[in-house]
């Protein structure tokens, strides 16, 4: 019998699965597990900073001390992983706080991993938040050249390696990265550190809340040069292929919500492990329409995020984490 032959009503009735609070969750098919949220950090010089991102509400910039409170209260609620993302006090033109080895997410990585050694510390790998002009690069020709960013990037994923990070994250959306990346930390002795490449980032509106926190818009012209065109889907299979090949050990499809398309695919076609960004437009988006009263929070978070995992990915960067933390299965 093919799946779609079902014996008809009355004697097919899906609701009986349905029926008990103990029944729903017995049959949930899609299950969130703590250990699978990663929660970003924006990390500043200072000291006992902690700035409220007004676009983000319960998402702070904090300094490293505040960083590793955070990382307390992670842990506590059952959460083990951090993506750090590092807002330096003096920006130039090629980025140059962003691979400096004593920089503000060099520092952090180090202090992180010394008082919490089983946590897993990511780093972003991108000039954008060190860079005057806010591109993802250097600029060459009036407009963000590949090549020449590519060495500043590995120098960058060289010293987050060097402070002890788990797992290195490109996030910049240069042709190449994964490859030069990956050669770099076998050459200098981390070969055993992963690459989590965000492979299908797109050229999202989504991102605004997160220039805010970051300090990152671009100060001329926008990023579509090198992020993805949103209307394209066979290229992001392309993009994730790509980096598959250079070396990446997981891939990550970003935006999530509007890309649960994106996501599906990419879990059918490859074998590596998913991450899926659920970005700050998508979390402030929901966070105003409550403050509003016009959703139920709570609700709409569990749902986007079942729905991010139900699409395929194994793990789920989100601001919500501690929020959802509480509300995980268990
Ligand atoms: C840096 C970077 C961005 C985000 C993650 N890494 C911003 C951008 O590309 O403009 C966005 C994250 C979010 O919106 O939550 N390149």
Redesign the pocket.
Known sequence: MSKYELPAFPVSRLRRLRRTAALRDAFAETRLDRRTLIY?LFIMEGENVRNAIGSMPGIYQTSIDNALRECEDLVSLGLNSVLL?GIPNEKDDRGTAGYAADGVVQRAVREIKTRFPEMLVIT?V?L??YTSHGH?GVIADGTVGNDETLELLTNQALTHARAGADIIAP??MMDGRVGRIRAALDAEGFAEIPIMA?SA?FASV??????DA?G?TPQFGD?KSY?MDPRNGREALREIALDIQEGADIIMV??ALAYLDILRSARSEFSVPIAA?N???E?SMIKAAAERGWIDGEKAMMESLYSIKRAGADLIIT?FAKEAAELCDR
């Open positions: 970003p993302f972003d991108c954008c938040e993802c996030s910049d965000y980032k989504f991102y605004g809340p997160f220039r970051a990152s990023r992020q970003k935006p960004y970005v700050s437009g979390y601001y």
